[in-house]
């Protein structure tokens, strides 16, 4: 092999056909690395008489004293691009890693070959803070990944059997089951849920199961009829409802799997000459700042950013530091508004 020049770890991932990353990964002893491929990077770097630069490496190894939080992208109503769940954590996140001493780096998750690995390795970030994944299905061969190559990450969602890293999420099915009550309560018997209930949406599911469960409390079966899925925005609350309004079934109350969804259904309600409450008692998840503000204001599930915010900063740093840790699950609360209430 020829290299004009000083040989670089770049040339090292170039002859290997594996990153960058992995070249770095390997010249440090990381467990992360199959051995095959550790000594074919290490054969190729002595025939390349390659020297690990101490004071770079030095340097490397330094915490960066930033975190990385990283946004999925949503489709929204302005460029944000970002749910407006997530601003309210945004501002907790951005506190709690003040109180500890640490700068916090904001970006959308990328699909780039090795970019969680990156954060780490070229010392942007000493741990990465997950916002929002999609389709869990097709998201869980990346938490896998990140698992594998030893990156620090937490991430906000559904605690679930055997997954792979740290999550923080509120109860859901908690949340699910006593929202339904609620309109259980007011009189409602045919209620619909508007959201996916599977397993690629963790949370909605959760929220699913509570309701269903609420309902049989009751002893009433719930109709999967009454359930249509619908991603977490306004638009897809909108389609829908109108869906289900469609159907002709009868309906006197929606749980929405969230404030979003709701609004949207909210709107599809009145397109129907449906009165909320009077009508169709509608509920939503989240507690956004839009829920308080629409007409009429929106009954929801309250889930506590605030502490969502401190717990996802303060495991992230106890894994940065070696520790053992465990997923958490938060509380929530109903905040009763005039959209469910009928008395």
């Given at each position: 092999m020829t290299i004009r020049g000083k040989a670089t770890s770049l040339d090292i991932a170039h002859l290997a056909g594996v990153s960058q990353p992995t070249v770095s990964r390997a010249l440090r002893g990381s467990p992360m690395v199959n051995p095959d491929t550790r000594e074919r990077i290490l054969r190729i770097a002595r025939e390349l008489n390659y020297k690990v630069?101490?004071?770079?490496?030095?340097?490397?190894?330094?915490?960066?004293?930033?975190?990385?939080?990283?946004?999925?992208?949503?489709?929204?109503?302005?460029?944000?691009l970002i749910n407006p769940f997530f601003h309210a954590m945004l501002g907790s996140i951005t506190r709690a890693c003040a109180l500890h001493g640490y700068d916090l780096l904001v970006s959308f998750q990328q699909l780039s070959t090795d970019w969680q690995a990156d954060y780490e390795d070229s010392n942007k970030a000493d741990g990465i803070i997950l916002l929002g994944y999609g389709d869990y299905h097709e998201s869980r061969e990346r938490l896998q990944r990140l698992v594998e190559q030893g990156t620090h990450f937490v991430?906000?969602?559904?605690?679930?059997?055997?997954?792979?890293?740290?999550?923080?999420?509120?109860?859901?099915?908690?949340?699910?089951?006593?929202?339904?009550?609620?309109?259980?309560?007011?009189?409602?018997?045919?209620?619909?849920?508007?959201g996916h209930a599977s397993s690629h949406y963790p949370e909605f599911e959760e929220r699913y199961r509570g309701h269903v469960a609420a309902m049989a409390a009751r002893g009433i079966t719930a109709d999967p009829g009454l359930?249509?899925?619908?991603?977490?925005?306004?638009?897809?609350?909108?389609?829908?409802?109108?869906?289900?309004?469609?159907?002709?079934?009868?309906?006197?109350?929606?749980f929405a799997a969230s404030d979003l969804i709701a609004i949207g259904a909210m709107r599809a309600l009145r397109e129907h000459?449906?009165?909320?409450?009077?009508?169709?008692?509608?509920?939503?998840?989240?507690?956004?700042p839009l829920a308080a503000s629409v007409s009429p204001p929106l009954t929801t599930v309250q889930q506590d950013t605030k502490q969502a915010g401190q717990l996802l900063v303060e495991k992230?740093?106890?894994?940065?530091?070696?520790?053992?840790?465990?997923?958490?699950?938060?509380?929530?609360?109903?905040?009763?508004?005039?959209?469910?209430?009928?008395?």
């Open positions: 630069d101490k004071n770079a490496s030095s340097l490397r190894l330094r915490n960066a004293g930033t975190l990385a939080l990283l946004f999925f992208e949503d489709p929204t109503n302005d460029d944000s991430r906000w969602g559904a605690a679930l059997p055997d997954q792979p890293g740290v999550s923080i999420g509120s109860d859901n099915f908690q949340g699910g089951f006593d929202i339904s009550t609620h309109l259980l309560e007011q009189g409602c018997r045919r209620i619909a849920f508007i359930q249509h899925d619908a991603i977490t925005t306004e638009q897809s609350g909108f389609d829908a409802c109108q869906t289900l309004l469609a159907r002709g079934a009868p309906v006197d109350g929606v000459g449906l009165r909320v409450p009077q009508d169709v008692a509608l509920a939503g998840f989240d507690d956004i992230l740093l106890a894994l940065i530091n070696g520790e053992a840790v465990d997923g958490q699950t938060i509380a929530v609360k109903q905040v009763l508004r005039e959209s469910s209430r009928r008395s």
